[in-house]
Structure formats: C-alpha cells, structure tokens
C-alpha cells in the first residue's frame, strides 16, 4: 500500500526555522508533484508549497522567499524548510502527493496525516 508520512513539526520563536520532511512509500511507479499545505484553526485548507518531478516550484505569497521546497526523486522525499517564521505560519502542516501506483495507469492524490508548527511571538 502507498503512504505518506510527514514529520518535523515543533514549537518555535517567531524569526526562528523548522525544516518539515516528507516521505512516501509502498508500491510506486512514479510520483508526479509533492506539495505542502497548511491549515490554522477555523480556516480552509491552503497550498504553502509544491514541486513537480522537473523541478519547477511554486509557493504562496505569504511564504515566498521564506520558505523553500525541494525533493529528492530517487528517496521519494520531500522538505519544506522553513525560515523567517512568523506567529501566522502556525498550523498543523499536510503532505501531498500525486502517486502513480505499481500497475496502474492512472494517477492518485495521497495525504500525510499532519504535523503540528506552532510558532510563538
């Protein structure tokens, strides 16, 4: 079975840094885009951060030029590290992946289950 799994989440001052990693496993072909969302008490789901397998990036612009996301396609990893954090940054952080399967011709959305970045002014 495929999974993700994300971790690194932790309590930090405001200006300080957090790197969040993410890893997928199981049977897997290929996987297309890894990206990072967040979501703070009471609001919706938001895009932080994404990669496709050719290395183009993009982020939000509350998080541009703090944040940088990379991966690793052999390892079928992915970080997000965190700069310059602020007391708005604070959620509990999710990671995605559009998967292709072992198998299976056909391409599937997959979550981490969240890591918590609570950031303290």
């Given at each position: 079975q495929v999974q993700v799994v994300e971790s690194g989440g932790d309590l930090v001052q405001a200006g300080g840094s957090l790197?969040?990693?993410c890893a997928a496993s199981g049977s897997i072909f290929s996987i297309n885009r890894m990206g990072w969302?967040?979501?703070a008490p009471g609001k919706q789901r938001e895009l932080v951060a994404a990669v496709v397998r050719g290395g183009s990036e993009l982020y939000s612009d509350s998080v541009k030029g703090r944040f940088t996301i990379s991966r690793d396609n052999a390892k079928n990893t992915a970080s997000l590290q965190m700069n310059s954090l602020r007391p708005e940054d604070t959620a509990v952080y999710y990671c995605n992946a559009e998967i292709v399967p072992l198998g299976i011709s056909k391409t599937f959305s997959y979550w981490g289950q969240g890591t918590?970045?609570?950031?303290s002014a």
């Open positions: 790197r969040l990693s969302y967040r979501q918590q970045v609570t950031v």
